[in-house]
């Protein structure tokens, strides 16, 4: 597969496509309704951000408890009704007089179970394309999600002050069931990829699994590491340029889609696995620039440039897949999707306390500088032959 149309050929990809998008966009306005929401009523910016972005933060927990069902429960019945569940969670959540404990109970719950929608999404599109189109539909679904968030925020500033707060948490738990019915009758009724039921005890034992294979590891560092690290860097646009923090992430998303395009669509396959290494080192080295303060166009040229190499976890996925078994790639997807989540989170905070006793220019720099060292630490453990390592552990 070479082209998006190609892939939008395919008879299941278009109801999985609009599924996603859809649930982006829900999230985004839902989460930014939130915080309003939280904030009017505590006036705490902790209480307003943990209510936006707890369910990243959650992610860990549905990593270390759920994703066992990735691969054991039918990929329609779980998205639709994971939907649905997000549907009643985010109309609860517009009930007047909720407590904000009860709020943050909500919003970690569906965090925790967003990361089994993440993975059940993946592991179907990985069985309704064919494995060289699996990096192409990948690129429409992340261009798609970008696309969705930077909508989302817009839309749902206007709905806040148009219908308020609730009345955006309804109108997302709509979006939600428009979700759920796309699911239900756009997918076809596939059997689950594997046997016997999802557990917490499974989750643990095909984690330990997934982690055992030394080759997989390599991956999921790379997957997890540069990346996070380089959030951390946006974390700090807001401190950084007060005035200017909506450019700058408005050209990284910008950016992101250059590179999902140029990676996904553009590069063939041979050229797309050898430029994963420069392209995480991309995804650093722009930013030490800032360290030098850069004036405004050059920080805004850094940023798209830097935001390019966020495609790098294209080729890396598709690694992944290549080192493991097919009755478990939604978990493994599952995974790299929680972990580079948590690690994200974790990244923020970790370029807050370091920009506290200095500055965000020296934090941002200080956070690239570790990101292309990682980089460049696990660049050997990338070389090998993916298909060779898979059949070794096979036997």
Same mark, same amino acid.
């Given at each position: 597969?070479?082209?998006?149309?190609?892939?939008?050929?395919?008879?299941?990809?278009?109801?999985?496509?609009?599924?996603?998008?859809?649930?982006?966009?829900?999230?985004?306005?839902?989460?930014?309704?939130?915080?309003?929401?939280?904030?009017?009523?505590?006036?705490?910016?902790?209480?307003?951000?943990?209510?936006?972005?707890?369910?990243?933060?959650?992610?860990?927990?549905?990593?270390?408890?759920?994703?066992?069902?990735?691969?054991?429960?039918?990929?329609?019945?779980?998205?639709?009704?994971?939907?649905?569940?997000?549907?009643?969670?985010?109309?609860?959540?517009?009930?007047?007089?909720?407590?904000?404990?009860?709020?943050?109970?909500?919003?970690?719950?569906?965090?925790?179970?967003?990361?089994?929608? %993440?993975?059940?999404?993946?592991?179907?599109?990985?069985?309704?394309?064919?494995?060289?189109?699996?990096?192409? %539909?990948?690129?429409?679904?992340?261009?798609?999600?970008?696309?969705?968030?930077?909508?989302?925020?817009?839309?749902?500033?206007?709905?806040?002050?148009?219908?308020?707060?609730?009345?955006?948490?309804?109108?997302?738990?709509?979006?939600?069931?428009?979700?759920?019915?796309?699911?239900?009758?756009?997918?076809?009724?596939?059997?689950?990829?594997?046997?016997?039921?999802?557990?917490?005890?499974?989750?643990?034992?095909?984690?330990?699994?997934?982690?055992?294979?030394?080759?997989?590891?390599?991956?999921?560092?790379?997957?997890?590491?540069?990346?996070?690290?380089?959030?951390?860097?946006?974390?700090?646009?807001?401190?950084?340029?007060?005035?200017?923090?909506?450019?700058?992430?408005?050209?990284?998303?910008?950016?992101?889609?250059?590179?999902?395009?140029?990676?996904?669509?553009?590069?063939?396959?041979?050229?797309?696995?050898?430029?994963?290494?420069?392209?995480?080192?991309?995804?650093?080295?722009?930013?030490?620039?800032?360290?030098?303060?850069?004036?405004?166009?050059?920080?805004?040229?850094?940023?798209?440039?830097?935001?390019?190499?966020?495609?790098?976890?294209?080729?890396?996925?598709?690694?992944?897949?290549?080192?493991?078994?097919?009755?478990?790639?939604?978990?493994?997807?599952?995974?790299?999707?929680?972990?580079?989540?948590?690690m994200q989170g974790v990244s923020a905070a970790l370029a807050g306390a370091l920009a506290q006793p200095t500055s965000p220019a020296v934090a941002m720099a200080v956070m690239a500088a570790v990101s292309v060292a990682v980089t460049l630490a696990l660049a050997p453990g990338l070389r090998g032959d993916p298909e060779r390592d898979c059949l070794a552990e096979a036997r």
């Open positions: 597969m070479r082209t998006y149309r190609e892939v939008f050929r395919v008879p299941e990809f278009t109801p999985l496509f609009l599924t996603s998008a859809m649930q982006v966009a829900a999230s985004t306005a839902s989460g930014l309704a939130l915080g309003t929401l939280v904030y009017a009523a505590t006036g705490s910016p902790l209480l307003s951000a943990l209510s936006m972005f707890g369910p990243s933060l959650a992610q860990v927990a549905g990593a270390l408890a759920l994703l066992s069902a990735a691969d054991r429960l039918p990929p329609r019945a779980a998205l639709s009704g994971l939907a649905a569940l997000f549907a009643l969670g985010t109309a609860a959540l517009a009930l007047p007089g909720l407590p904000v404990a009860a709020i943050l109970a909500i919003v970690l719950g569906l965090g925790a179970a967003a990361s089994l929608g %993440g993975a059940v999404r993946l592991g179907l599109l990985t069985e309704i394309l064919p494995k060289d189109g699996y990096p192409l %539909g990948r690129s429409v679904i992340n261009m798609s999600s970008g696309t969705m968030q930077i909508g989302g925020y817009a839309v749902g500033g206007l709905l806040v002050t148009a219908l308020s707060a609730r009345g955006t948490l309804i109108t997302a738990a709509a979006l939600y069931l428009l979700a759920a019915a796309t699911a239900r009758l756009g997918l076809s009724g596939r059997p689950a990829r594997a046997q016997g039921r999802p557990s917490v005890a499974e989750t643990w034992r095909v984690n330990a699994r997934l982690w055992s294979s030394a080759p997989r590891r390599q991956v999921y560092y790379a997957l997890w590491v540069p990346n996070g690290l380089i959030v951390g860097c946006e974390s700090l646009f807001v401190p950084y340029a007060p005035e200017h923090a909506g450019l700058l992430f408005a050209v990284g998303s910008l950016g992101m889609l250059m590179g999902d395009v140029l990676t996904g669509r553009l590069l063939p396959p041979h050229r797309r696995e050898r430029l994963a290494a420069p392209l995480r080192l991309l995804l650093a080295a722009p930013y030490l620039v800032f360290a030098l303060h850069p004036p405004l166009p050059l920080a805004l040229a850094a940023v798209v440039l830097a935001s390019i190499g966020f495609s790098a976890t294209l080729p890396l996925q598709q690694r992944l897949m290549a080192l493991t078994p097919d009755e478990m790639s939604g978990q493994a997807l599952g995974l790299h999707s929680s972990g580079m989540l948590t």
